[in-house]
């Protein structure tokens, strides 16, 4: 768990050449599985209770989503 949340916590210890493999496999696939999101969900900002929110919705407002 250390290892794929943070990877600077076990740099130097000593990791297997094969166990350094599945880290950095996790890693691609979680930013190969974030990009559609990145891609197709904006920043949306309302107004709740004199407060200003800020929160990631999908709008489709891209041809990928329409």
């Known amino acids: 768990y ?4 943070s990877w600077s916590r076990v740099q130097g210890v000593g990791v297997p050449l094969f166990t350094a493999v599945e880290i950095f496999s996790i890693w691609v696939l979680a930013i190969i599985l974030a990009v559609p999101e990145a891609v197709v969900f904006n920043m949306v900002t309302f107004t709740y209770k004199n407060q200003t929110i800020h929160t990631c919705m999908l ?6 989503m329409m």
């Open 2 to 5: 250390r290892a794929v949340a």
């Open 59 to 64: 709008k489709p407002e891209t041809d990928y």
